[in-house]
Nanobody
Framework: QVQLVESGGGLVQPGGSLRLSCAAS????????MSWYRQAPGKERELVAR????????NYPDSVKGRFTISRDNAKNTVYLQMNSLKPEDTAVYYC????????WGRGTQVTVSS
C-alpha cells in the first residue's frame, strides 16, 4: 500500500522556520522524483520545491528560492522541506508528491504563518 505521510506543520511567527518531513512507503522511493506543493484557501495548488530521484538537481519557484530547501534521504525513504524566513503568504496546506511511473500524493500538513 502506497503511503506518503507529511509531518512538521504548525503555527509559526513571520520570520520563523519549520521543517516538514514526508515518510514514504509502498513504492520504489529512490526511483521517484519528489516534490512539495502547497495550496492556500481559494488558490490553485502550486509547486514549491522538487528534487530528482538521486538528489542531484533541485528546483524552486522564485517565491521561495533562497528561503526553502528540499532534501531527501533515500535510505530512510523520506523527503524534507526546510522553510526559513517564513512569511504570512506561505500559509497553506503543504503536500508531498512522488512522480515517475505513477504519481502519488500525501494528505497534507497545515502551515500557518501568523503573529
Amino acid at each position: 500500500q502506497v503511503q506518503l505521510v507529511e509531518s512538521g506543520g504548525g503555527l509559526v511567527q513571520p520570520g520563523g522556520s519549520l521543517r516538514l518531513s514526508c515518510a514514504a512507503s509502498g513504492f520504489a522511493f529512490s526511483s521517484y522524483a519528489m516534490s512539495w506543493y502547497r495550496q492556500a484557501p481559494g488558490k490553485e495548488r502550486e509547486l514549491v520545491a522538487r528534487i530528482t530521484s538521486a538528489g542531484g538537481s533541485r528546483n524552486y519557484p522564485d517565491s521561495v528560492k533562497g528561503r526553502f530547501t528540499i532534501s531527501r534521504d533515500n535510505a530512510k525513504n523520506t523527503v524534507y522541506l526546510q522553510m526559513n524566513s517564513l512569511k504570512p503568504e506561505d500559509t497553506a496546506v503543504y503536500y508531498c508528491n512522488a512522480n515517475w511511473v505513477f504519481t502519488y500524493w500525501g494528505r497534507g500538513t497545515q502551515v500557518t504563518v501568523s503573529s
